[in-house]
């Protein structure tokens, strides 16, 4: 160490170098002095732009430049160091530190160059700005599409409610005068009832009218069902929606574009106006179908009285009909009762062209039956009530209607009394159902049958209806072969 430290002092400053010529010193001090203060700015420079821009790629590799140009400013440092004073070693040193930063950092630089050409470049980033003008201008134009559509809504909007009021008042006035009809459907039969009690007191026929107002008590049952449920659809009708989306529009009548626009509730009134159109329309059709469903069970009333009032005469009525609208119509006439009763339908329905029959006579006795299987259910689980009605033709043109059910049953000694006048095992029966079923039967040249294992399984009862001929034309024409 002596020997170095001698040796060391042995070396003379780098002005002695220069003759200590006075503008060769102040040459070397003022370049070396500029770039070395240079070299020193850098470095905070990009330390500065390193923390300003976080998303700058390659960042840590301006950290590097900046350790690398400080280090270069520290040889220079050490230039103007060494021209007084021969400090050899530390200028040695700090350049080998610069020659370790100066390759460490042209290792790293050479991979990073393929990636660093990959970077966009000013016709790349104007190829970006043109398509980013290019989408604001398509915003722009969608912007204004919008607006256009949105003026169209509100034309639309406005049809479409004036629309939904105009069915608004149909609706009112279907239901003003359905409340009209029945009204005057009441009247009517309570005058024809009344016509009917006096007719069967002078005749004697106390018990023609006792069937009669028992087949119009099993109609008017049906009849009070589909009157119940039109009252309840006008109750739970959406009509008062109507009139606060109307209330709505016209609080907002100045503003409209801008609320149907950007108010989430104007959003929402296209589609929720739409649903309130859909759902006053199946109002009205639902109810126009109860409505003509009412209508179906006065005529049938009607037509019970005439047929009673004609009934000395065993006067049929004959007219084509189908089958099964017969069942359907009888059912919905008892559609009420079974629904309460949780009673399950099955139809075995033979596939029957129309034919010949007195239409109010087999409807009178397909709705007692099927008023009789329900009340026989009515003790049964929920499992036994199932309710199956069939019907087929055979050979010989003979229809059979069957009304099966799986109720109590009927004992063997009561098979051959059912039919019997003021017959009845039910408590609060009288006995007179069943009896005006075999009468009108028997007064359309058929018969009633019934069928039973015994109390527990279930009772079958069958209507048999031999064909009936065509009467007569008097124009000397052929009746259809399918209506009879």
């Known amino acids: 160490m002596a020997d170095l430290s001698s040796t060391l002092q042995q070396f003379i400053p780098h002005g002695f170098c220069l003759s200590w ?44 430049f900046g350790a690398f140009i400080l280090a270069c400013g520290a040889t220079h440092a050490m230039s103007i160091w060494t021209l007084w004073h021969p400090d050899y070693l530390a200028a040695g040193l700090v350049k080998a530190l610069t020659a370790l930063v100066s390759v460490g950092t042209a290792a790293v ?23 980013l003008r290019r989408q604001i201008n398509d915003r722009e134009a969608a912007e204004q599409e919008v607006r256009r559509l949105n003026a169209e809504l509100e034309v639309r909007v406005a049809a479409r409610t004036a629309e939904l009021q105009e069915a608004h008042d149909r609706l009112s006035a279907l239901h003003a005068e359905l409340e009209q009809r029945v009204r005057d459907r009441t009247q009517e039969l309570e005058q024809a009832q009344a016509a009917l009690v006096a007719t069967a007191r002078q005749a004697g026929m106390a018990e023609v009218a006792t069937n009669v107002l028992h087949n119009v008590g099993n109609v008017l049952n049906s009849v009070n ?42 959003q929402m009134l296209p589609d929720y106006l739409a649903r309130l159109d859909t759902t006053l329309q199946d109002e009205q059709r639902a109810l126009q179908h109860e409505l003509e469903g009412v209508a179906k069970s006065l005529d049938h009333l009607k037509d019970v009285v005439a047929t009673q009032q004609t009934y000395a005469g065993h006067r049929q009525m004959l007219a084509p009909v ?32 129309p034919r010949l029959l007195d239409r109010h006579r087999v409807l009178q006795i397909l709705v007692n039956l099927i008023s009789n299987a329900k009340q026989a259910m009515d003790a049964k689980e929920a499992g036994g009530h199932t309710l199956k009605l069939s019907a087929h033709q ?24 059912i039919f019997h006048h003021g017959f009845t095992t039910r408590a609060q029966g009288h006995g007179f159902g069943l009896h005006s079923c075999v009468l009108a039967a028997r007064e359309m040249g058929g018969e009633l049958r019934v069928h039973s294992d015994g109390p527990g399984h279930g009772a079958t009862f069958t209507l048999v209806l031999p064909r009936v001929a065509p009467p007569a034309d008097p124009s000397g024409a052929t009746p259809s072969p399918s209506a009879a």
Do not use: C
Not at 33 to 41: K, M, N, Q
Not at 401 to 416: F, H, K, S, Y
């Open 322 to 353: 189908r089958v099964d609208e017969l069942v359907q119509d009888a059912l919905r006439m008892n559609a009420g009762a079974l629904s309460r009763h949780q009673v399950r339908v099955e139809l075995a329905l033979q596939e029957l062209p």
């Open 109 to 131: 630089l050479w991979p990073l160059i393929p990636r660093a050409i990959a970077l966009p470049g000013p016709a790349q980033w104007e190829a970006v700005h043109q398509d």
């Open 21 to 64: 010529e006075p503008r060769l010193v102040a040459l070397h001090l003022i370049s070396d002095g500029v770039t070395a203060l240079a070299y020193a700015t850098i470095p905070f420079m990009l330390i500065k732009l390193v923390r300003a821009r976080s998303d700058l790629q390659f960042s840590w590799m301006f950290v590097l």
């Open 225 to 266: 069902v589909s009157v119940g449920l039109m009252g309840q659809q006008l109750r739970q009708s959406r009509l008062g929606g109507l009139g606060r989306t109307v209330g709505l529009l016209a609080e907002h009548r100045a503003d409209l574009g801008a609320f149907m626009g950007q108010d989430p509730r104007g």
């Open 394 to 417: 055979d050979e010989e043109g003979t229809l059979h209607l069957a009304v099966q059910d799986q109720g109590d049953g009927i004992a063997p000694e009561n098979l051959t009394r």
